[in-house]
């Protein structure tokens, strides 16, 4: 969430950032410094309140001994408790609304972002060749079913549309991507986490995903429990919480995570008819990479991020581009976002398999993750993630960039020893 003393300084600054991002919040800002106002009224009434009974109170056994009446002073006790009982309603009112509002704030955009949606997203360099074929290439689906590698209609069967089956080569083929993936990230310094698949509601909030979106994810009813549970879209939400509500020492900053999960995404709403196949998908295999550091080092870890995942695609001997997002394309909980795009011949176009993003303290002000300077003084962490990498739009580029006349596919190299040393995919 965003520091309420960012809001209260430069208000008009906050909602011309939120606009840059296409979310006009100028009524809810506003709204928010008006419950601020109460708020902080309200808390000054209570602690009068509370003194005046605390001091009146102090009277009453001296003016009994004196045989003084006291008839008026426990009248004005009743008053006072009335009060308080009165100004706690208030106040948890006022608290809930304004929870609920600051909540709902998208994260401001970093400043140099242009303003806008996805048509001001700016093209920062492309790496390799594109493929030129002197054949007919095959689309990624007829690719996939002529080698055995993808069953599709068997995984619609048992999981309904957006859902596929990995056979045979193709398993295996999708296992070696992982395995690239884990081994690059282990090899760079990076802990391995397995995280669990099923996250309860505070996960969601500190990741900047509720209570906004909490209609995009698969939630799970328990009838035992009324906790909200979830099925988790990416290990960032899972990741974000690991330390939520701690104190980290600085010394022990930056700390430097991967994760391997399924993802599970309700991705509501029609595909174009050129994502056939696995381009969009309820369930699919990702490698997650996440940070928490210091504020002045978040700049340096953004750029450490978006080179690793660079490297990954590179090292498959793909041809990519990568793209600096306008604020209105970045995500709710990012301060700023580069996306990592394959070519997808098929496609005719590039399609994101990796967003690098920072989120800078929103997220950590909703976890309340803090990190403790030598000097003593307590800050919260800066939180970053990036793809490193979704399998789901690499498996198709790889199958459609490596194919041949004969309908074969060529191994990428960096996948070879997880496979046996087999170079081609061929039918059988």
């Known amino acids: 969430m965003l520091d309420i003393k960012r809001i209260k300084e430069d208000p008009e600054a906050v909602k011309a950032g939120l606009r840059a991002k296409e979310v006009d919040c100028d009524e809810v800002v506003d709204r928010i410094l008006a419950l601020d106002e109460q708020r902080r009224s309200l808390i000054a009434d209570t602690e009068a ?38 100004d706690a309603q208030k106040l948890d009112a006022v608290l809930a609304e304004y929870k609920t509002l600051m909540l709902s ?31 007919q290439p095959q689309h990624h689906v007829d690719l996939c079913t002529g080698l055995g590698l993808i069953d ?15 056979t045979g080569m193709g398993a295996r083929l999708e296992w070696a991507l992982l395995n690239y993936f884990i081994d690059t990230h282990t090899a760079d310094g990076y802990d391995f986490i397995l995280p669990p698949h099923m996250l309860e509601y ?13 209609d995009e994810v698969y939630k799970i009813a328990n009838p035992t429990d009324d906790r909200m549970h979830y099925m988790l879209p990416t290990a960032e939400a899972a990741l974000a919480s690991v330390y939520r509500d701690e104190i980290l020492a600085e010394a022990d900053l930056p700390k430097k995570f991967f994760s391997y999960t399924p993802c599970f995404r ?16 309820h369930q699919f295999n990702k490698v997650e990479m996440f940070q928490f550091t210091r504020p002045e080092d978040s700049d ?30 970045c995500s709710a909980s990012m301060a700023r976002t580069y996306d990592i795009e394959i070519l997808i011949p098929s496609m005719d176009g590039y399609k994101e398999v990796s967003s690098v993003s920072n989120a800078r303290d929103y997220q950590a002000r909703r976890g309340n993750i803090r990190f403790r300077r030598a000097d003593g003084k307590i800050e919260f962490v800066h939180t970053l993630n990036g793809s490193g990498l979704a399998t789901s739009r690499i498996f198709p580029a790889l199958v459609e960039q490596n194919q041949r006349a004969d309908g074969s596919i060529i191994v990428p190299q960096v996948l070879r020893k997880y496979l046996g040393g087999i170079e081609i995919i061929e039918k059988k």
């Open 266 to 281: 309700r991705e509501a709403g029609s595909h174009r008819a050129d994502e056939r196949g696995m381009v969009r998908g």
């Open 49 to 86: 309140r509370k003194a005046r009974q605390n001091k009146v109170s102090k009277e009453i056994p001296a003016l009994k001994k004196a045989g003084k009446d006291v008839s008026a002073i426990f009248a004005e006790m009743a008053e006072l408790k009335a009060g308080l009982a009165e």
């Open 202 to 214: 505070q996960c969601g909030e500190t990741a900047g995903q509720f209570p906004k979106f909490a």
């Open 152 to 166: 599709y209609e068997r995984g619609v069967k048992l999981a309904g549309a957006g859902n596929w089956m990995y």
């Open 300 to 329: 340096a870890a953004f750029d450490e991020l978006v080179t690793k995942a660079e490297k990954l695609v590179e090292g498959l001997g793909f041809h990519f581009r990568t793209v600096k997002l306008a604020a209105g394309d």
């Open 105 to 135: 704030l998208p994260n401001l955009p970093d400043a140099d972002l242009l303003p806008g949606g996805k048509e001001n997203n700016e093209p920062l360099r492309y790496v390799g060749k594109k493929p030129e074929f002197d054949f």
